[in-house]
């Protein structure tokens, strides 16, 4: 059974960083693709970040070259390091992959940034 957890979420003032962590089990990461998404209230989730079991990355416009995704397969983790956050995106930020075609979710970690 694969399961994701994530951890590192707070409340941080506008221009600050958090990295967030997810912790994969059930199958080793190295098979899996992994992404980072984000909720808002009232907002649909939408993708932020995400990196092949090669290591290439991608991530949303709105990204604008302050995160970056990694992987560490020995540790079965992927961490989101996020710099220079703005002010009113607090949000539920998941980690998720695909497993026998199914998605897979995190149960989220909170991230609030004030100003």
């Known amino acids: 059974q694969v399961q994701l957890m994530e951890s590192g979420g707070g409340s941080v003032q506008a221009g600050g960083s958090l990295r967030l962590s997810c912790q994969f089990s059930?199958?080793?990461?190295?098979?899996?693709?992994m992404r980072w998404y984000r909720q808002a209230p009232g907002r649909k989730r939408g993708m932020v970040a995400a990196i092949t079991t090669g290591g290439s990355s991608d991530y949303a416009v709105f990204v604008e070259g302050r995160f970056t995704i990694s992987r560490d397969n020995a540790k079965d983790m992927v961490d989101l390091q996020m710099n220079h956050l703005r002010f009113g995106t607090a949000a539920v930020y998941y980690c998720?992959?695909?497993?026998?075609?199914?998605?897979?979710w995190g149960q989220g970690t909170q991230v609030t940034v004030s100003g």
């Open positions: 059930g199958i080793p990461l190295r098979l899996n693709g």
């Open positions: 998720t992959t695909v497993y026998n075609g199914c998605w897979i």
